[in-house]
């Protein structure tokens, strides 16, 4: 199987499960007029963000790795009334074309960006008692996905989702031998889950527009004692109904 084909079918899937959609697709165009790198997920992957975070109902939202703000869009429009998204983004230029984009998607009011190095804004939400977070995109610098995966559990409640995005990296993720230090940071990452307590993952190899690539998801199991979690799971209840 050659790569054309892969882009056909995403092409294909395309056409007929997602909408046409002027919001991303300017999105789009103003992050390639900007100069910006065109390594946003693919609109299927993002589609795919975005059903995720609506079948877990997220509220809370953390992205690492803003870009433009393509996949901060798909998470963003789950969000229901009152949700909120933080994303962390290091270089000022896109931060701002993001900004832009997410005003334009009409998502200025639930999604926050936040610029600078991710391994310095990450405790600092700690400090500030920001989340629990319900779902956590890491997509952001490679070589620190093992931090920034143990950053989003201690900012997660428990049942929630963690997704990192380009972990299979042409399947070079299984050369022990890589000297990429981006394979071997996800390697280092992959490997510090299999001791993790309390955190069930699994790995989803992905071929499309993005060539051969992966996601891995986890699952922050509840009723596990979670050393640094800050605060209690929120308890959502129907309007009107009580504890008992
Ligand atoms: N999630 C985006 C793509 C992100 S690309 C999407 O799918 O639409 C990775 C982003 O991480 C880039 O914008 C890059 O500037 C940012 N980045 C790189 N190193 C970083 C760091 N140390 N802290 C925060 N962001 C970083
Ligand atoms: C790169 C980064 C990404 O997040 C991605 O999805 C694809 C490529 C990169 O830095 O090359
Ligand atoms: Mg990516």
Redesign the pocket.
């Given at each position: 199987m050659t790569e054309p084909s892969w882009e056909h079918v995403d092409a294909y899937f395309e056409s007929h499960l997602l909408l046409p959609d002027p919001v991303l697709d300017a999105c789009l165009r103003a992050s390639a007029e900007a100069h910006?790198?065109s390594?946003?997920?693919s609109p299927s992957?993002?589609k795919l963000l975005h059903l995720l975070a609506r079948a877990i109902g997220a509220c809370r939202i953390l992205?690492?790795?803003?870009?433009?703000?393509?996949?901060?869009i798909?998470l963003a429009r789950a969000l229901p009334e009152g949700g909120r998204l933080i994303?962390?983004?290091?270089?000022p230029k896109?931060a701002e074309v993001a900004r832009t984009n997410i005003a334009r998607a009409g998502l200025d009011a639930r999604v926050e960006i936040r610029v600078?190095?991710?391994?310095?804004?990450l405790p600092k939400l700690a400090a500030q008692g920001a989340g629990p977070f319900d779902l956590v995109?890491v997509?952001?610098?490679k070589p620190?996905t093992r931090a920034y995966f143990e950053w989003a559990r201690r900012l997660s409640r428990p049942g929630a989702l963690i997704v990192v995005?380009n972990v299979v990296r042409k399947g070079e993720l299984a050369n022990a031998a890589s000297t990429d230090a981006n394979v071997r940071g996800m390697r280092e990452f992959v490997e510090s889950l299999a001791s993790a307590k309390g955190v069930s993952a699994t790995g989803i190899q992905t071929v499309g527009t993005k060539g051969y690539d992966g996601f891995l998801l986890a699952w922050v199991e509840e009723g596990v004692g979670q050393a640094g979690a800050s605060q209690p799971a929120p308890t959502k209840r129907p309007a009107g109904r009580r504890a008992r």
């Open positions: 910006l790198p390594i946003q997920v992957q993002g992205e690492v790795g803003t870009l433009g703000g393509y996949s901060t798909w994303s962390l983004e290091l270089d896109h600078g190095r991710a391994i310095d804004s995109f997509d952001a610098d620190s995005d």
